[in-house]
């Protein structure tokens, strides 16, 4: 009888261990991902994925431009391995045209710059045109 209280009570603290551990490692994920999202929503970070398209088409975000508006995937957004968050955008209301980028740290005054951009092929083709 004692061994088995022994024996279950020694059960019960290592459920309690891999439980306790999972929570937190759980809990650790979700701060990190309400903090990404955090800094993409941010004036900072808005500002550099502007000033980027505005780099684009310099009449981004005007009646005038090829960029009319954007849209930021906050659910697709995540922590780069090789430094900076990962942020996807959607062009013009159009699942067709797509840009992800990184937003990482300004090093010369701005909160945040972008990094390496990637462009789908509609998306090229509006900005840049058909010679490219």
Not at 42 to 71: P, Q
Request: aromatic share 4%; proline share 2%.
């Amino acid at each position: 009888m004692r061994l088995l209280k022994k024996v279950l009570k020694g059960i019960l603290i290592v459920l309690l261990l891999i439980i306790g551990s999972a929570g937190l490692i759980l809990g650790k994920e979700y701060i990190e991902s309400k903090r990404i999202e955090h800094i993409v929503k941010s004036d900072d970070g808005k500002a550099a994925v502007e000033n980027m398209l505005k780099k684009m088409d310099s009449k981004a975000l005007t009646s005038e431009g090829k960029i009319k508006s954007y849209k930021i995937e906050f659910d697709e957004s995540q922590r780069n391995p090789m430094g900076g968050i990962g942020v996807y955008l959607i062009i013009n209301d159009d699942p067709e045209m797509k840009l992800d980028t990184t937003l990482e740290k300004g090093t010369r005054g701005e909160k945040y710059k972008t990094g390496a951009k990637g462009i789908s092929p509609k998306l090229d083709k509006l900005i840049y045109g058909e010679k490219r």
